[in-house]
């Protein structure tokens, strides 16, 4: 079985954050593949002042980590950092509901997605004045 640990470190966060990311319903999940060869799967949960006053934020990152504990064995990818971001309705979403917002972004994510044909390549890809 994968190994998960918590990510704890500001730059853990932020290099998932230079990731790919879904966002759906009650949550955003990034996910950045370390590449190091290590299969250990890192989580992290983060809830900004956007989302409510304390309580209410520890109530959503509660219930993120309790989705994650559940999905992320079975969709996580080793050698991958996931950070599972709560939004607004994170709270108050139906339990069923936010463990099925959890699982799309998991599986999204695990899908390598060819890059979008209109999407602009390197530095000189904006156009000339």
């Known amino acids: ?24 319903g009650g949550v955003v999940v990034q996910r950045r593949d370390r590449g190091d060869g290590d299969p250990l799967i890192g989580v992290g949960f983060t809830a900004t002042r956007k989302v409510g006053g304390a309580v209410i934020r520890n109530r959503a990152k509660r219930r993120l980590r309790e989705a994650a504990r559940l999905l ?5 990818r080793p050698g991958s950092d996931y950070v599972l971001i709560a939004r607004m309705g994170t709270v108050d979403r139906a339990w ?8 799309w972004a998991l599986t999204r994510l695990a899908t390598p997605r060819p890059p979008r044909p209109d999407a ?10």
Do not use: N, W, Y
Request: proline share 15%; no cysteine; aromatic share 2%.
């Open 120 to 129: 602009p390549v390197g530095p000189s890809a904006s156009p000339a004045p």
């Open 72 to 76: 992320i064995p079975e969709l996580g």
């Open 96 to 103: 069923p509901r936010l463990l099925d917002d959890v699982k």
């Open 1 to 24: 079985m994968t190994r998960i640990e918590r990510l704890t470190s500001r730059p853990q966060f932020l290099a998932a954050a230079k990731g790919m990311s879904e966002a759906r």
